[in-house]
C-alpha cells in the first residue's frame, strides 16, 4: 500500500490558518457524535454526504457546510482535495471510510487526517493484526491456516466483510467445506470462543501522554443474539449470521478494569515498535471475556468506532476522567485543540 508521505502532509499542514480549523468527516457511521463534539469545543464543521442523505445533517444542525456526492470516492479527487484544504479541513476517519474509499483511497488522500495512517496497513491484514496483537502480549483465539486442520468450533470471517455479514460457524472440516461452496476462499478461521464479548473504546492522546478508557459497549447481532430466544430444536434449523444490528451498553466488573485498561496499554506500545509514530487517537480491541475472567482479543479497530455512539453524554468511565460529558468525538476535538495550543499539530496529523 503506497502511503502519501508524512512530509507532504506536513508541508500541507503548514499553510493551514490554525486559528480557522474545519473538522470534516463522511456522513455516516459516527459523523453526528464527531461533528458536535466538534462544535462544542469551537471548531468549525463540515460534512460530506451522498446526495438524498443530507437531510439528516441539516436537521440535526451539526455541521456548518454540507457537501454532496454522488460517489465518496469522488472526495479522492485532486480538485477535491484541493477543496478541502483550502477551508483547512481537518479529516476525521471512521469505520465507513475504508468502506467507501479502500484503505489505499485514503492513504493517498492529500488532506490532513487526525491519527496516524500508516495504521491502516495493520488494520486491513488480518495477519498483521495478529502480528500486532501477539507484540502487545495479548491472547488470542487460535487460528487456522487450513480448513482440514480444524477440531473444535471456530468461526469463519471473510475479509472485507461489513458489519459481521458473511461470518458463519463451523466445526469440522466437512461442515466448513459445505458452506465455503459458493463463498470466495479468502477467509480468516479462528477458533470460537464462548464468553461475553466486550468492545472497550480506548484513546491514545499524544499530547497527555496517557491511554484512556472512554467506554465499553456490547454488540447486538442477528441472528446469533435472537437465537437464545426460541428452542434447542427450532435452533437446529437455523443457520447462525453475525450481522451487527446495534450496541449495548456495559459496565465491566471492577476487577476487570486493569485487565482490560493493560490491554489498551498493550496495543499502544506494540504499534511504536511497529510503524513509525504508533497509534494516536480513538481504537477498539474486540475481546472475548470468559467463564474463567481471561480476556482474549480477536480484532482491532483502529479509528472510532459505532458502539461509542452510545456514550455522547459520556460514559461513566469518561465521567470519572473528565468530570464532565465526554463523547469520543467531542474527546477527538480536545486533542486537536489542544495540540494546536502547545505547537503539536503536526505530531496527530497525517
Not at 465499553?216 to 446469533?224: H, K, L, M, T, V
Not at 437465537?227 to 443457520?239: D, G, H, S, V, Y
Not at 475481546?287 to 452510545?310: H, K, M, P, Q, Y
Request: hydrophobic share 40%.
Amino acid at each position: 500500500m503506497e502511503i502519501v508521505r508524512r512530509e507532504e502532509i506536513m508541508r500541507i499542514l503548514d499553510d493551514y490558518d490554525e486559528k480557522d480549523i474545519t473538522i470534516g468527516t463522511i456522513g455516516s457511521h459516527s459523523a453526528l457524535q464527531i461533528l458536535h463534539g466538534a462544535r462544542q469545543e469551537g471548531f468549525r464543521t463540515l460534512v460530506i454526504c451522498l446526495k438524498g442523505v443530507e437531510e439528516l445533517y441539516e436537521r440535526f444542525g451539526v455541521a456548518d457546510d454540507i457537501l454532496t456526492v454522488n460517489d465518496y470516492r469522488e472526495m479522492i479527487s485532486d480538485g477535491f482535495q484541493e477543496m478541502l484544504r483550502s477551508r483547512n479541513v481537518i479529516l476525521i476517519p471512521h469505520g465507513s471510510f475504508v468502506e467507501y474509499l479502500s484503505a489505499e483511497g485514503i492513504a493517498s488522500m492529500r488532506t490532513p487526517i487526525f491519527g496516524n495512517r500508516k495504521v491502516l496497513e495493520w488494520e486491513s491484514d488480518r495477519r498483521k493484526q495478529r502480528e500486532w496483537l501477539a507484540a502487545a502480549g495479548i491472547k488470542m483465539p487460535m487460528s487456522f491456516e487450513r480448513g482440514d486442520e480444524i477440531d473444535r468450533l471456530v468461526i469463519v470471517k471473510l475479509h472485507g466483510a461489513k458489519g459481521g455479514s458473511s461470518y458463519f460457524i463451523a466445526s469440522s472440516p466437512e461442515e466448513l467445506k459445505q458452506k465455503l461452496r459458493d463463498i470466495d476462499n479468502a477467509y480468516e478461521i479462528q477458533e470460537y470462543i464462548i464468553g461475553t464479548r466486550f468492545y472497550p473504546h480506548y484513546f491514545h492522546s499524544f499530547v497527555r501522554n496517557r491511554t484512556e478508557l472512554l467506554g465499553i459497549d456490547i454488540r447486538y447481532e442477528s441472528n446469533i443474539d435472537g437465537l437464545a430466544r426460541i428452542t434447542p430444536f427450532m435452533t437446529e434449523k437455523i443457520e447462525p449470521s453475525f450481522v451487527v444490528t446495534g450496541n449495548i451498553p456495559v459496565v465491566a466488573r471492577e476487577s476487570l478494569l486493569l485487565k482490560i485498561l493493560h490491554v489498551g496499554d498493550g496495543v499502544v506500545s506494540a504499534s511504536r515498535s511497529l510503524f513509525s509514530g504508533g497509534i494516536v487517537g480513538p481504537f477498539c480491541v474486540e475481546l472475548v471475556c470468559t467463564d474463567t475472567l481471561e480476556l482474549f482479543a480477536f480484532e482491532i479497530s483502529a479509528r472510532i468506532v459505532a458502539g461509542t455512539n452510545l456514550y455522547i453524554n459520556g460514559s461513566p468511565y469518561s465521567q470519572i476522567l473528565f468530570n464532565e460529558s465526554m463523547s469520543t468525538g467531542r474527546r477527538i476535538a480536545i486533542e486537536i485543540k489542544e495540540a494546536i495550543r502547545m505547537d503539536m499539530l503536526h505530531q496527530i496529523v497525517y
